[in-house]
């Protein structure tokens, strides 16, 4: 029993803040109740320790201001969809979560060790929520328990490759030989279940991500056995999607474009006049389901002339993460969305160059284009893959931190 809690004290450094979000992590995909208390408690204890040390995780930088102006927009919309629109606001908590959790992570700094036990923890749930799933379904994938739909399951298991990919690729002589036996068997677990869900988006950004990441690591090792084993392994791809094509590519050969969705098409040309119905504050989050026509009719009315009801289709959610936010949060909140974004990708250029930590970098680059990728036919960056996403990019946050931090010392 001793050496068991030695073990496990060992693991976690009895960092309680590590434990908590190692429990996050585990419980995202699978449970609903318990990943919601492990993240409040996780954004709570950061508080708390952060406030008795004092040290809040360095200095007020640009993302900071992102992230406060982000959570109060989220508030301020919300308070204006009960009083304006009557509306519910309880949507604003999901945007307050995932952000919270991704400002936490960007003003923490664990160890390599702590992080690549994170992610092993991480990836592991998603494998035991998907044995769980395939069992449930008779030997067919309906969706992570906890995540959802599944095309929202598409989204939360590319964003899983992409980081077992990364870390994989980037970190290989980092890792341990039981690290490295767990992440190509992960790495080959997302790939094949990705495919399985039949998304086309997820099956696309699927392939991107693959031909970057090994691309960018022929550039970097500059290796003839790493040329010719992608070599081999595209080929292996290649000719087995020819003999058994799935799903996924099927259904994108037979359409004349990539994209082309004529009741997306109508979510979307539904959701272009509910943002100009709002365009400032939105109807707050969580609350596209409740409009139908009648709310925009005297849009496009004045616009057009005529309403054609076929034309426009009201829906759950945007089914566009760019409406999405525009319809929720009007022009404040998708300002605020955008400038993270470019925020983002300007950090990960001068990782780029800078050559820290690449599986973080590569891993968020991944995060980037499925978020904004995917989110131009389904709505991204929500619920379970949102904290994902924040997970991942709270990492590359702190990295960029700790860059600048050195950076200023040396």
């Known amino acids: 029993m ?117 992610v092993l923890v991480t990836l592991v749930a998603v494998v035991l929520s998907l044995l769980y799933s395939y069992y449930s379904g008779d030997g067919v994938l309906k969706e992570l328990y906890s995540v959802g739909h599944i095309n929202h399951t598409a989204i939360y298991l590319v964003i899983a490759y992409c980081i077992s990919l ?43 991500i693959t031909l970057i990441n090994f691309s960018y690591l022929m550039i970097r090792v500059k290796r003839l056995s790493i040329i010719i084993g992608f070599l081999v392994l595209l080929t292996f791809i290649g000719i087995s999607f020819n003999q058994n094509p799935p799903v996924a590519l099927k259904r994108i050969m037979a359409q004349d474009h990539i994209i082309d969705d004529h009741i997306r098409e109508k979510i979307r040309e539904f959701s272009y006049y509910a943002v100009k119905t709002n365009p400032i504050l939105g109807v707050g989050l969580g609350n596209f389901n409740k409009l139908d026509i009648d709310d925009i009719k005297k849009t496009i009315l004045k616009e057009k002339g005529v309403v054609v009801k076929n034309l426009y289709l009201p829906s759950a959610h945007a089914h566009n993460v760019y409406y999405n936010y525009l319809v929720s949060g009007g022009l404040l909140l998708f300002s605020i969305f955008t400038w993270f974004w470019l925020y983002v990708i300007w950090i990960i250029l001068k990782l780029i160059l800078k050559r820290e930590n690449d599986w973080i970098v590569f891993g968020s680059v991944g995060v980037v284009l499925v978020n904004l990728g995917i989110g131009v036919v389904n709505t991204t960056l929500h619920h379970e893959h949102a904290i994902l996403s924040m997970f991942m990019l709270g990492l590359l946050i702190s990295q960029y931190r700790q860059s600048q931090s050195r950076a200023r010392d040396s």
Request: aromatic fraction near 16%.
């Open 2 to 118: 001793e050496k068991m809690f030695n073990r496990i004290n060992e693991f976690t450094g009895s960092d309680v803040r590590y434990i908590l979000l190692l429990l996050l992590m585990f419980f995202l995909p699978s449970f609903e109740a318990l990943k919601n208390i492990s993240a409040l408690f996780f954004v709570l204890t950061w508080v708390y320790i952060a406030k008795k040390n004092d040290d809040w995780g360095g200095k007020w930088q640009t993302i900071d201001t992102i992230f406060l102006f982000w959570v109060s927009a989220d508030i301020i919309i919300s308070i204006n969809a009960v009083l304006t629109h009557q509306l519910p606001g309880n949507d604003f908590r999901d945007v307050l979560r995932f952000v919270l959790i991704g400002w936490a992570l960007s003003r923490t700094n664990f160890s390599d060790k702590k992080l690549i036990n994170l």
């Open 166 to 208: 990364a870390l994989l690729l980037f970190n290989f002589s980092n890792l341990k030989n039981y690290h490295k036996i767990i992440l190509v068997l992960t790495t080959i677990v997302f790939f094949i279940t990705t495919i399985d869900t039949g998304s086309r988006a997820a099956f696309g950004i699927l392939c991107v």
